[in-house]
């Protein structure tokens, strides 16, 4: 294999598309930056003369990293049978949207929250799916569909043939396909916006008008806070369920905020940030729900004031 001259700023640089692959294969900001970090120690762990050997440090990296989150994926239906309730994804915030009443983004190093890219393939919706995928078809779906990686390369981090990752990718994509409506972006603003203040008057027909009758509303408390542990069906349920929440919770501020690259809603109380809710609208009604309440989930939002 030829060899190249190593520019340490060079493999350092690669961390931020380290960091985007590997919250897209785990859902999870703090299990990427473990992974990502696991994958440096063994780079750095190599020969100065083998890591000479390696064309391509971002590729090796890449690779590495895959592999790990790959074992990870292989382990986490054990870790979420003994977790409480539904597990959602780790819901990223837009930083930029937060301002000195609401909080600011840090003037240190870049958390990894920051480094990921808010695009449609951390769609709340699409993350949902991708966790029902085999740890197999997951790693083939993202690594070619959302970062074009070519099947000769997959099939080294899959320890397959081409042939088989491009048959896993395309396997995946058909559960993408049947799980998800095509995405119209297009009033998703404004539903979420009439949803915000039907729930902040309690209005529960203005509710059940902005839900479909047949949505479905999830929640994370991960056993650390109250959350329904099983989901809400019906939006003339989650609406009532919605309004005895803003009963139960005097001084619930609800805020405008992107989540995961689309119009979202964050709860504060007492300048707090206690849920993160992700939406899927169709046809201008509110179809899914996302509501992430587990605290360990929210340490990337700014919530103090």
């Known amino acids: ?28 900001v703090t299990e990427a930056e473990d992974a990502v970090q696991d ?17 391509s440090p971002g590729a090796w990296l890449t690779t590495v990293t895959s592999r790990i989150c790959l074992d990870l994926l292989g382990s986490a239906r054990a870790r979420r049978e003994r977790y409480v309730g539904a597990w959602l994804p780790e819901p990223l915030p837009d930083r930029t949207e ?17 480094q990921i890219v808010l695009d449609e393939s951390v769609d709340m919706a699409l993350l949902v799916v991708l966790e029902s995928m085999t740890p197999a078809e997951r790693v083939a779906f993202v690594l070619h569909d959302v970062f074009r990686y070519p099947f000769a390369e997959i099939a080294d981090v899959l320890d397959r043939t081409p042939a088989a990752c491009k048959q896993l990718a395309s396997s995946a994509r058909r559960r993408v396909s049947a799980a998800r409506a095509p ?6 603003a404004d539903v979420v916006r009439h949803v915000k203040e039907a729930w902040e008057s309690k209005n529960i027909p203005a509710l059940i008008g902005l ?13 650390l806070v109250g ?23 005097p001084g619930l501020e609800l805020l405008e905020r992107t989540v995961n690259g689309v119009p979202g809603l964050v709860a504060r109380r007492a300048g707090v940030v206690v849920t993160v809710a992700a939406f899927d609208v169709d046809d201008g009604c509110v179809t899914r729900i996302w509501a992430v309440r587990n605290p360990e989930k929210l340490r990337w939002w700014v919530g103090e004031e």
Request: net charge neutral; glycine share 12%; aromatic share 6%.
């Open 1 to 28: 294999m030829e060899t190249v001259g190593l520019d340490t700023a060079d493999v350092v640089g690669e961390r931020r598309q380290l960091i985007n692959v590997a919250y897209r294969l785990l859902g999870s």
């Open 98 to 114: 937060w301002d000195d009443t609401g909080g600011t983004a840090t003037t240190g190093p870049a958390d990894p929250a920051d």
């Open 183 to 188: 995405a119209v972006a297009t009033g998703r």
């Open 39 to 55: 994958a440096y120690a063994r780079w750095y762990k190599l020969p100065r003369s083998r890591q000479r050997e390696i064309r």
């Open 227 to 249: 959350a329904v542990l099983h989901p809400v069906e019906g939006g003339a349920r989650i609406a009532r369920y919605m309004a005895a929440i803003a009963d139960m919770a």
């Open 211 to 223: 839900l479909d009758p047949a949505a479905v509303m999830t929640a994370d408390g991960g056993g």
